[in-house]
């Protein structure tokens, strides 16, 4: 079954001349009449009480229209139904620098800064929480007042037997990794517009139409209802192009909701447009993690046991952070045959910027860790790093200790063909000093099995409407934000309805006009939205082929749809441009209109075929309009086991990804260089291997950054670096030659075997490069990013006998303990700038006084 | 401040208008002239996506005041496609993935139209550097240089595309 007309296809996004012509318009391109610019007082502090707000002063200021505080959307709302603990404006108090206080609508941006200015807010400062190791042993001053020791959830989970496990093992490595801070940094900044209508009935403010750069429409438009207390009837949410969003737009951003806020006070259109400083602090992106990885393996490579103590620094929201912390021990299953499992994983708040989902969630940093200790058993046991995991490969389908279904299983050939490629037999051990090769592996959900809010109802409805015309509408509630998810369902749809992808109209993410997708996250739309696609088109497919039997006079499945026309399978169709299915082919004059093509039909040839338009009048003389609906659910044997905490991990698929990275190390600078990454995903099957290709290389692309360059860097709860310039993310001329190997290993569930291709490479190619570091100079980087002043932190801790730098005096990326903070003693030995006063590190902790040596 | 007259050339075409002198040709575009392909990424000049060509050379135009550049031809994204096609770059993006959320592409578009105007055979590595004043948060970069090469061989092939004419 790979005689495919549009799938597999290298094709353009059907929404690409928009992108190339700027025409396409995102949500900051939008206006309406009398529309007014938002613009939001943010904390100063990273912890205060609010006593008192006067907006009377900004009031005054002509221009100005309206200032909302927290008092006029006071209810609480969070992206998981158990961590309802933001309010769009700060009540009581607010939790971070860049919190949010205020909002003023104004004629425009400059009258709007001016009025910020002109807001009185008085703040009692509370003692702050910056280190989350620190933070879990609050007994006051606790973040928020129902989560006591600031810790949001906790999970403790054992799968086999652990310690007998690690009794057994011939080779154990433990230690510790820390995986410092990192955000998605799309290039389009958050943006919100909102709009009331009049309602010509109650003559007041009716219906509520929000246009917002979002992944998730319907947890918006379920959010706003809550915060508004209005029916989700009366709110409609629009999803214009989205500039990128990785994670970063996949729960409502507090703009969101305070431009709706800010719009119903000031009964005019409110849009509000993040700066880049505003986007940092808006955050919900990966948290600076520390793993403690344990493993243990027999003499011939065999792991018999792994335990990993995880502490996510979640900020000072819990958005995603139960499932975060949850994917950071579930997702040690399902890549590597593991019998025995212990995790401990644990979930603080602290008083910085709340992080959420980022591209690989909670699974990432954990890989780092995972795959560097994994090369350090095989280097004990003298085993080749591209073997050891060869020799540990589950044997699908299966499910593993932790509850996790694995049915198809590219990684073996994912391995094969980055070895082969990247020459890694000839060339590794050969490679003069300074120059390594290094292997990661790593994987990812095809989508969570099991919803965010808990119902029946389908995790992705599709309808199909084909009219008169021959056009093919799909109404999907899938966003598309660039991982091409339009593409993805036009070709779907063409390729079972046999038609040319121009008569495919794509109508996305609108929630009067779609059907419920629940988000793009998790990577869940190809295969979830996909096959409701497939669904919808093939029972519009079965309403034409039924009429085009009764007319060709045969039996509806001896009917093949193809290139536009429907023909007997023995038939061949004579019609000149047959092979050509990206050109809109024929029409049916007059008849179309007129109804009946019985008169017409009897002077012409072939009862053997139709076109695609003669079919759809055929059906709709017959059946009335055409419209189909298709919907997915996942099955409930891969909804994964019982257990506290079963819910996370759990997929209907895993996409699978081996990575082979070739780095130089510049042992005078500490500079990484990386030449080139092999990276080898199995996606099931690549519907359009451009886009497949693209993703591959953008998730390597940002794990790359993430290795490399990219840190959030903290001074007591304030973000140093919340600008491109300074939070460092790979220009052209600092990023390699990635190549993408495209494995498709046919996924029995997913549409045409297709499951994800954005989020699984991401988290292999961190390892990938510190593992090529250490088989290039010899040393084992367990801090990322492996920035030069790290890489020579290591090489002097390696070469006790070379030449000291104060700088980096004390601090051994090789080893490390905890998170530093900027300027903070552990970088300078001695003096440094002092401690906020406010820093729980000061006030008598023990490892204060430590950290000032 | 108050507005004062201003005539800027945009995409071969006058337009006069009533702006703050402080006022940055991006907000122009954007605003007054409503031509919003041109993108605002970041508040410090140090991503690239507001780049428009003034006289032919890739300027932020976050970086401009508007006023300053009375008198100089200004090409925005919207004057690349030319007699109602796309131009061979714009289809190449499309073509070969160089976008992919879109965001970025129209700086980038005006980036490559200026590089290949100066240089119309350009090595990897030219277009490397090039295209390193411009990030991009997607791609990655690498489908973006199979796309400058097929343009590049797309434009010696075939010559421009008529309008109303498919292939």
């Known amino acids: 079954m790979t005689d495919f007309s549009i799938i597999g296809r290298r094709i353009a996004m059907v929404d690409a001349a928009g992108k190339t012509t700027g025409a396409g318009k995102y949500t900051d391109d939008l206006t309406l009449p009398g529309m007014l610019i938002g613009k939001i007082l943010h904390s100063p502090y990273p912890h205060a009480r609010i006593k008192r707000i006067d907006a009377t002063r900004a009031l005054e200021l002509e221009g100005v229209v309206a200032v909302v505080t927290g008092k006029d959307a006071p209810n609480k709302y969070g992206i998981l139904p158990v961590g309802h603990d933001e309010t769009a404006l700060a009540v009581d108090k607010v939790r971070y620098v860049g919190d949010n206080v205020a909002c003023v609508a104004a004629v425009d941006e400059p009258t709007a800064e001016k009025a910020l200015e002109l807001i009185e807010v008085e703040y009692e400062p509370l003692p702050a929480w910056f280190d989350p190791e620190e933070s879990m042993k609050a007994e006051r001053d606790l973040i928020h007042e129902n989560r006591p020791h600031n810790l949001e959830k906790d999970y403790h989970h054992i799968f086999g037997d652990p310690e007998k496990g690690f009794a057994e093992a011939d080779c154990v490595r433990q230690a510790r990794y820390i995986a410092n801070e990192v955000t998605h940094a799309a290039m389009e900044p958050h943006s919100t517009l909102a709009s009331f209508e009049l309602d010509p009935h109650t003559g007041a403010l009716g219906r509520l139409t929000v246009w917002s750069s979002t992944q998730v429409p319907y947890y918006l438009q379920h959010k706003l209802s809550l915060v508004l207390e209005m029916p989700m009837s009366q709110i409609r949410v629009i999803k214009p192009l989205v500039g990128g969003g990785f994670g970063g737009k996949s729960e409502v951003i507090p703009l969101e ?318 019609a000149p441009s047959a092979g050509d299915s990206s050109a809109v082919a024929g029409h049916v004059e007059g008849q179309i209109l007129r109804g009946s093509l019985q008169q017409k039909r009897k002077e012409e040839a072939p009862k053997d075929w139709m076109t695609f338009e003669e079919a759809v009048v055929a059906a709709i003389d017959f059946h009335g309009a055409l419209t189909g609906t298709g919907s997915y659910a996942p099955p409930a044997e891969a909804r994964g086991g019982s257990h506290k905490g079963g819910g996370v991990g759990p997929s209907p698929s895993y996409s699978y990804s081996a990575q082979v990275a070739d780095v130089s190390v510049d042992e005078e600078t500490g500079e990484v260089t990386v030449h080139k990454i092999w990276a080898a995903h199995d996606c099931g099957r690549a519907l359009n291997p451009v886009s497949v290709e693209g993703q591959i290389i953008g998730s390597v692309w940002m794990g790359l950054g993430q290795a490399l360059e990219e840190e959030m860097v903290w001074k007591d709860g304030l973000l140093m670096n919340p600008g491109l310039l300074e939070y460092r993310s790979p220009s052209a001329i600092e990023s390699p030659e990635i190549e993408p190997i495209i494995v498709e290993s046919i996924d029995p569930e997913g549409p045409f075997g297709a499951k994800e291709c954005s989020e699984g490479s991401l988290a292999a190619t961190i390892p990938a490069i510190s593992n090529a570091i250490y088989d290039a100079v010899g040393i084992r980087l367990r801090e990322v990013p492996f920035t030069p002043e790290r890489v020579l932190a290591a090489l002097r801790a390696r070469d006790a006998a070379a030449k000291k730098l104060d700088l980096t005096e004390g601090v051994d990326p090789t080893a490390p303990t905890r998170f530093r903070e900027h300027g903070g003693a552990l970088w300078f030995k001695g003096k440094g700038p002092k401690r906020h006063e406010l820093d729980q590190a000061v006030a008598g902790n023990p490892h204060g006084s430590s950290a000032d040596d | 401040m108050k507005k004062e007259l201003l005539e800027l050339k945009v995409n071969g075409r006058r337009h006069e208008l009533a702006i703050e002198p402080s006022k940055l040709l991006l907000d122009v575009l954007r605003q007054d002239l409503g031509l919003t392909g041109s993108k605002r990424g970041c508040d410090d000049s140090s991503c690239g996506a507001c780049t428009v060509l003034v006289e032919g050379v890739p300027m932020m135009s976050c970086t401009l005041l508007a006023a300053s550049c009375e008198g100089q031809e200004i090409t925005t994204v919207e004057g690349v496609a030319e007699h109602g096609a796309l131009a061979a770059i714009q289809k190449a993006y499309g073509d070969w993935g160089g976008a992919q959320c879109g965001y970025c592409t129209p700086g980038f578009m005006m980036t490559v139209k200026a590089l290949l105007a100066a240089n119309p055979d350009p090595t990897e590595d030219e277009i490397r550097h090039a295209l390193s004043g411009n990030l991009c948060r997607c791609t990655g970069y690498t489908q973006m240089y199979q796309a400058v090469k097929g343009a590049i061989e797309a434009e010696q092939k075939g010559g421009k595309q008529e309008a109303g004419s498919r292939k």
């Open chain 1, 257 to 574: 909701i305070i431009a709706a806020v800010a719009a119903r006070v000031a009964q005019a259109p409110v849009k509000i447009t993040y700066t880049r400083e505003e986007v940092f602090w808006a955050h919900r992106g990966r948290p600076r993690t520390i793993i403690d990885m344990e493993l243990g393996a027999k003499q011939d490579g065999r792991l018999t046991a792994v335990a990993a103590r995880v502490v996510q620094d979640g900020g000072a929201y819990c958005s995603y952070g139960v499932v975060s912390i949850l994917y950071s021990g579930a997702l040690l299953g399902a890549i590597y045959d593991i019998p025995n499992v212990r995790w401990d994983g644990y979930r603080v708040l602290t008083n910085k910027p709340a992080c959420g989902a980022m591209r690989g969630h909670g699974t990432v940093n954990v890989r780092f860790a995972f795959e560097s200790a994994l090369d350090e058993v095989a280097g004990a046991l003298a085993l080749d790093p591209a073997e050891i995991r060869r020799i540990n490969l589950l044997k699908p389908p299966c499910i593993t200790v932790n509850n996790l279904r694995v049915t198809s299983y590219g990684l073996p050939e994912c391995i094969e063909k980055v070895v082969e490629r990247s020459g890694w037999r000839e060339r590794r051990g050969r490679l003069p000093r300074g120059r390594g090769l290094g292997i990661g592996c790593s994987h990812y959900v095809s989508g969570a099995a099991n919803s965010i809010i808990r119902s029946d109802m389908p995790h992705s409805t599709v309808n199909i409407k084909i009219d008169r015309d021959g056009g093919v509408v799909v109404y999907t509630g899938a966003s598309e934000i660039g991982q091409g998810s339009d593409t993805m369902t036009a070709q779907i749809a063409a390729e079972v309805l046999g038609c040319t992808l121009q008569r495919v109209k794509i109508v996305a993410a609108d929630t009067d006009l779609t059907p419920i997708d629940i988000g793009s996250y998790s990577s869940r739309v190809t295969f979830m939205a996909g096959n409701a696609t497939l669904r919808a088109a093939e029972e519009v497919k079965k309403q034409i082929a039924s009429a085009a039997a009764r007319k060709m006079n045969c039996a509806a499945e001896d009917l093949i749809f193809r290139n536009d026309r429907v023909f007997k399978r023995d038939a061949m169709p004579s």
